[in-house]
């Protein structure tokens, strides 16, 4: 099977074109092609919206290169703009359509003509930008300016689902031979028995078109929920005085937003103020250079990210008023990569699909040869009537029939359906699957590499201890001021300074006036270990005018500030890693609150302290700073600070990482912690976790990206804990893993990592501390920031992948079966046992039914005690061929001896001996299925009954199968062509189902595989001694 499928073979990540061309071409034989590719995407589509996003990105470096040139000459020329009365009745002063422009085309000199961001800010009815809008006015101001929404395509409606369904070819030629049917049949039988069998095929595919409607409805409903979830972005602005968060669809122009490192900017806008605002244009306008916004340069555009530096800037255009939501248009058509199952599947049903059609003209071609032959030897041969002719087409409906039972439509779409139920569970579980692929490939993934910070640990952070002049300082649990300092006014006013100016975080109050702190976990523990020694940020933010900051940046590990101090001169603070910080520093605070030397004993009994602190788990931080005679005209001073604090920030691990970390390391999954912590805290933290364990190694990322290649490729697999990493070391590291055959999970939060995000298998980002760049980068993303969310992800992976093989041997069972007794019966008998209507109820119970029960069910524990399924195992396995060639010789051998010898084993006599018969044998056919179904719940155990009853999906579908059964064979005898049967018959009918489920066991005692079954399912020893494994 590997060899015929070799064509439908696509990566789980960025597929080439060549790939996705060329399974498509090979895709030969499709019932339903508007449903089999309804979520796959249309290359030329996406080949035309590549085109129009392309024109505009070159319209945009149109207006950055030229416009901007041309706009600020004196002889430009400028559309004027007049205000309308619905403008001005509003009570704004400028029109939308002169905003948009001005932004656009970075027209300073139409900002100038307004009078400024000020002045401008007021034409918004902006009176004031520290107050920012009021809440009372968003109405209003949507309705003259527009909302932040951009064009989506309008939602699919039940209907045309169902004119969907209705368009498969089978059914159309059904439909067809059962009007005809309906109209020989009146004719020949009369009115209402000749009506009969063209009824039964039309209310037949009637009902497989709702079931299948309904099916693909409700998926499409997950689709939309899921989303609506990725386009969910919070953004921080001002409103009503108070600083809040709010969804990016509610902005509305003359909002003040905030931005920071990592942040996509919401909207068109203009620039307030702010510090090193470097902008990322490429998705926009395609250049890789950053952008530096400034005063000057004010200008801010709508879908660009933040690179560095922060800033407030005032909105001026939303949604499709912009060029990102002209670009974003383009996308409505893009849908979503196919996954590499469902191009698989697409292969296998491409196979079975001319297999089933050459047995369909086969039958035919057998029905009617037959036929022609017994009237030829009845001496009728030139004696045609119109009962002949409704004899042949139900041979040709028959045939039509085998075609939609042995075409199995239904592998790829289920898929889709798993996937999708998989998606929409997760994201109640807090993972958002921002790419179908990533579900399957966490399933098969070898390695996750992690943060420490707030996906092990809680992200709850707060000051533990701190090194203070000379002394160790610890919190005192339930004491008033929690920190019991004596420090001299100088040294308290200089380390209040410190904390509350040199912070990218602030300290508000919300609307019930009580204290808020905004920010990362980390700022937020400094803040309030400021806040606790009696600080006031907003006094100190009054008292001192910021000269420059420097944000924190993950290369660095260090963020720092600048400020005018009242006598004259600046003074300039530092803070971030400790070991890193330190080596800035000349000096040190002693005991008496003097700046002394930084001797080498100092340095040792600082560097123990730091020491001491990190193996306590406690994340540290160093406070410096230095006083200059006037502020530098570059960077800030890398050398000559004095050391004020060394902090120990406590973050405790999350409860129940440890059971996930072993859950991993169960299912075959190595763990990885990559942080940039000190390789103290992060081994405490590791070996805490259970990740750091005897043998593995732990190492730093200076001492990492110095190794030859040769021998950082010989220790990778023994690295356990990677500290003090580099955005570019996580990338090496992943880039390693993966040349060496590892399936690569990786968390990421910061814009920096988003290169290892987009190398590894799996990019995971986290919901709560992820930048906008790494999340836009991600295929997952983590709500919770929490690992065992990680773990889960990796339980559903496996899940859709052993759900959809489950499927495949169920499905290919009831293909085999049902193609090999109807040609058989026609060579043989020259008629087939199972009717039309009867293979059309077949195939909904194989194909839609099927996939609802089998495809849907919830992952159980047994899962994370495989290993991973690996990617290049064979999909479907020589287990599976086994239990399908074993349960189709079982149900051939009881069919075949109820086809030819039922009549006399059952004792059947009289004129309905033959209906009874092929009543009995669609009904035991049935019943095989119904128990085959049960048996596919486990491909290789013998208990399949474990968690059964805990899937309600497959509980319901088994109700609902064997019910509409009673009704099809007791009460629909006129339309399916069966007839009422006695309790013995049905009881025969059942007990032949339940044997099925004794060959299971039987087959499952038959070993085929090597000890270890690919997916991870332990292999029975020979011998029923096994029966009772769960």
């Known amino acids: 099977m590997s060899s015929l499928l070799r064509d439908f073979e696509v990566d789980a990540k960025n597929p080439s074109l060549e790939a996705r061309q060329r399974w498509r071409s090979s895709v030969s034989i499709v019932k339903n092609r508007a449903r089999r590719f309804r979520n796959i995407p249309d290359l030329d589509k996406q080949a035309e919206n590549a085109t129009k996003r392309h024109q505009i990105q070159e319209k945009l470096r149109v207006a950055f290169y030229v416009q901007k ?42 900002l100038a003509n307004n009078g400024g961001v000020v002045a401008l800010a007021k034409k918004v009815s902006v009176s004031n930008l520290t107050e920012g809008v009021k809440s009372s006015e968003l109405s209003i101001r949507e309705k003259i300016f527009g909302e932040n929404r951009y064009a989506e395509k309008p939602p699919r409606s039940f209907f045309m689902f169902v004119w969907e369904a209705l368009q498969d070819i089978t059914l ?73 968060e709010i969804s990016i669809h509610d902005l509305v122009v003359g909002d003040v937003v905030h931005l920071s490192i990592g942040d996509q900017v919401p909207a068109d806008g203009v620039f307030i103020s702010g510090y090193n605002l470097e902008i990322d244009e490429s998705s926009l306008s395609g250049e890789s250079e950053p952008s530096h916004v400034t005063k000057e340069k004010p200008f801010l555009l709508s879908g660009t990210k933040v690179q560095n530096g922060s800033a407030k800037m005032l909105v001026t255009t939303v949604g499709m008023r912009t060029e990102w939501g002209k670009l974003m248009e383009t996308l409505i058509d893009g849908g979503e990569d196919e996954t590499p199952l ?95 692929a990533a579900c399957e490939t966490m399933g098969s993934a070898t390695c996750i590499c992690t943060d420490k910070t707030g996906t092990l640990t809680t992200n709850h952070m707060v000051v533990n201890k701190v090194y203070l002049c000379d002394k160790v300082h610890e919190r005192q649990e339930g004491s008033k001021d929690s920190f019991q300092l004596e420090l001299p006014e100088e040294v308290q006013s200089i380390l209040l300074q410190g904390i509350f100016q040199n912070t990218g975080s602030e300290v508000v109050k919300d609307k019930d006036g009580n204290t808020q702190i905004l920010g990362s976990p980390t700022e937020r523990a400094i803040l309030e270990f400021g806040l606790l020694l009696g600080g006031d940020f907003g006094e100190q933010r009054k008292e001192h005018k910021i000269l420059k900051i420097e944000p924190f940046n993950s290369d660095k590990k260090k963020m720092s500030v600048l400020i005018a101090l009242p006598g004259g001169g600046a003074r300039a603070f530092c803070k971030g890693a400790s070991e890193i910080v330190l080596k800035m520093c000349e000096n040190v605070i002693d005991s008496s609150g003097e700046s002394v030397p930084l001797t080498e004993e100092r340095i040792t009994d600082i560097s123990d302290v730091i020491e001491g602190f990190a193996s306590e788990a406690l994340r540290t931080l160093c406070l410096v700073y230095q006083d200059l005679d006037k502020a530098p005209s570059g960077d800030l001073p890398d050398g000559g600070y004095t050391m004020v604090a060394v902090v120990g920030i406590k973050d405790p691990v999350r409860p129940g990482v440890r059971e996930a970390v072993q859950t991993c390391q169960a299912a075959g999954i190595t763990v990885r912690m990559v942080t940039g912590d000190n390789i103290s805290t992060a081994k405490a933290i590791a070996k805490e976790c259970g990740i750091f364990t005897e043998g593995g190694l732990a190492i730093e990322g200076s001492q990492f990206r110095d190794l030859p290649p040769q ?27 993966r040349k060496i055959g590892e399936v690569v999970a990786v968390t990421g939060d ?45 339980r559903w992976g496996r899940a859709v992948y052993i759900n959809i093989q489950k499927f495949v041997q169920f499905q290919l069972t009831v293909n085999v079966v049902a193609l090999i007794i109807n040609f058989v019966s026609a060579c043989i008998t020259g008629s087939a046992p199972l009717t039309a209507v009867q293979l059309l109820w077949v195939n909904m119970i194989m194909d839609t039914l099927g996939a609802l029960a089998l495809a849907t069910e919830p992952p159980n524990e047994g899962l994370m005690k495989r290993p991973p399924i690996a990617r290049t195992a064979s999909f479907i396995t020589k287990t599976m061929w086994r239990n399908i060639a074993g349960q189709s010789v079982y149900q051939l051998i009881v069919l075949g001896i109820l086809n030819f010898t039922g009549k006399s084993l059952l004792d059947l006599n009289g004129p309905d001996s033959t209906a009874v018969l092929n009543t009995v044998i669609f009904n035991s056919f049935v019943f095989c299925q119904v128990f085959n179904e049960v048996n596919s719940r486990e491909i290789e155990k013998i208990n399949v009954f474990t968690g059964m009853f805990n899937s309600w999906v497959f509980t319901g579908v088994m109700v ?71």
């Open 750 to 794: 910061g814009t920096n990592d988003a290169p290892a995000l987009h190398e590894a298998d799996i990019g995971l980002a986290m919901g709560i501390a992820g930048t906008e760049v790494a999340k836009e980068n991600a295929d997952v993303i983590i709500m919770d920031d929490n690992f065992k969310t990680i773990v889960n992800v990796a």
């Open 342 to 436: 469902q191009v698989k599947l697409n292969g296998v049903a491409t196979i079975i699909g001319k297999i089933g059609l050459s047995f369909a003209v086969l039958t035919f071609v057998v029905l009617c040869v037959r036929f022609v032959l017994e009237k030829a030897a009845s001496g009728s041969f030139t004696n045609w009537s119109s009962e002949d002719a409704l004899t042949l087409l139900d041979y040709f409906a028959i045939s039509v029939t085998i075609i939609v039972v042995a075409v199995p439509e239904g592998l790829p779409l289920a898929v889709t359906l798993s996937l999708a139920f998989a998606m929409k569970k997760l994201m109640s579980d807090r993972a958002l699957v921002r790419h179908l």
């Open 960 to 1030: 609902v199968t064997v019910v509409f059964q009673v009704i099809i064979v007791e009460f629909l005898g006129a339309f399916a062509s069966t007839v009422p049967l006695s309790w013995q018959h049905w009881l025969l009918s059942i007990l032949i189902g339940s044997l099925s489920m004794i060959v299971a066991v039987i087959l499952k005692c038959i070993p085929v595989e090597s000890s270890q079954h690919h997916d991870g399912y332990d292999l029975l020893p020979s011998g029923p001694s096994s029966s009772n494994s769960a």
């Open 711 to 737: 021998e950082m490729r010989a220790i990778i697999p023994k690295i356990q804990v990677m500290a003090r990493s580099l955005p570019l070391d996580k990338h090496t590291l992943v880039s390693n893993l």
């Open 172 to 244: 159309i030629i059904l439909m067809v031979c059962a009007v005809v049917s309906i109209g020989v049949g009146i004719a020949t039988e009369g009115f209402p028995k000749g009506m009969y069998d063209g009824t039964g095929i039309l209310l037949s595919i009637l009902l497989v078109v709702m079931v299948t409607a309904i099916s693909d409805y409700k998926q499409s409903l997950q689709f939309i929920d899921l989303d609506r979830e990725k386009k969910k972005i919070i953004v921080q602005v001002t409103r009503d005085g108070t600083r809040q």
């Open 69 to 110: 040139a041309a706009l600020q000459s004196s002889t430009a020329s400028r559309p004027e703009y007049k205000l309308t009365d619905e403008v001005k009745e509003a009570g704004f002063s400028v029109e939308p359509d002169e905003l948009a422009s001005m932004v656009r085309n970075h027209d300073t000199r139409g």
